[in-house]
């Protein structure tokens, strides 16, 4: 993908992200009324928002001319945010799946009870599982951009020599990234299973409901819920089979994709990350609506005047 293209797709879609999350977290600090967000729901709409702004950031600096001589270190805390973006999603989504089909065996019954401890030491474990990712991608690839290509208008790569030190590290590098596409394939069969057993749960509810006749107050609610986590599922297993293609072929092949169409890839999975949080978190719609309805009545006084 050229580059001055991969500017104009990403660059409106990055603009607008940041400042959807920047409104999140505007939300959450000062939610509307006396509404507030629990734990573990908290953590997770924390880390994911976080993430994901860091990350879009990252990858504005990318298109930096001076980012030419430190591509590995931006290739690295892209890897680093874009990882823990894409998880806390998948905990979301199986947090709500927790809270809203009810627990038959005894093995989910244990985790609904503990859910708040277990989405702890989850993101605990794997925050510093990348952390050390992380690290080691950073000493141990000294020569490695990320792509095989510097992801920077002018394609330049900086080479590093290496030392016996860093040598000593590739076997723990092959270790690292086998671990973390072991851990993706996990974290894709979590959140399929979750998001499809929420959707058949909620569909098979309405539909008992519309016939028995019994009124449903939280029906809009539902289907809500039922679209947006069709849409979170569809486009998380597409993100993520595609991130683990690029990966592998990254490491183990020699037919490269661009790093301008992961990167377009992932804005735009994030993209409708952002708009399904938007429509599917409570606190954030009841924010944008009283935004909305303020502005309307100042709107009106200012034309009064």
């Known amino acids: 993908m050229d580059p ?23 939300c959450m600090v000062c939610p509307h009324g ?19 702004i860091i990350y879009l ?41 927790t809270q809203i089909v009810p627990a038959q065996r005894a093995v989910f019954i244990w985790i609904k009870r503990n859910i708040k401890s277990i989405i702890y030491c989850i993101l605990l474990a794997e925050r510093v599982f990348f952390l050390f990712r992380f690290t080691v991608t950073l000493v141990g690839n000294p020569t490695f951009d990320g792509s095989n290509r510097s992801f920077t208008t002018h394609g330049n790569v900086t080479l590093i020599s290496s030392t016996s030190f860093q040598t000593k590290l590739y076997p723990v590098c092959d270790i690292c990234f086998i671990m973390e596409m072991a851990y993706f394939f996990f974290c894709l069969c979590v959140m399929v ?19 028995s006749g019994t009124p449903c107050p939280r029906l809009h609610s539902q289907m809500r819920v039922t679209i947006t986590g069709i849409i979170q599922g569809v486009i998380y297993l597409l993100c993520a089979v595609w991130s683990l293609i690029y990966l592998f072929s990254q490491k183990y092949s020699n ?32 924010r944008a609506a009283d935004v909305w309805l303020k502005a309307a009545q100042c709107g009106k006084v200012l034309c009064k005047r």
């Open 4 to 26: 001055l293209l991969c500017v104009l797709i990403n660059g409106p879609l990055i603009v607008l992200n940041i400042l959807a999350n920047l409104f999140y977290i505007f």
């Open 57 to 97: 950031i990252s990858v504005t600096a990318t298109f930096s001319p001076r980012m030419a001589h430190n591509s590995m270190v931006n290739y690295a805390f892209r890897l680093y945010t874009w990882s823990t973006s894409l998880t806390s999603s998948v905990w979301l989504n199986f947090f709500f799946y």
């Open 193 to 211: 299973g979750s998001s499809g057993a929420t959707v058949i749960y909620l569909h098979s509810h309405m539909r008992r409901m519309i016939a």
């Open 34 to 52: 006396r509404e507030r967000i629990k734990q573990p729901l908290k953590l997770l709409l924390w880390s994911l928002i976080c993430c994901t």
């Open 255 to 286: 037919t490269h994709f661009s790093d301008c169409i992961f990167c377009t890839v992932i804005t735009l999975y994030m993209s409708v990350t952002t708009v399904n949080l938007g429509v599917g978190q409570a606190v954030f719609r009841r």
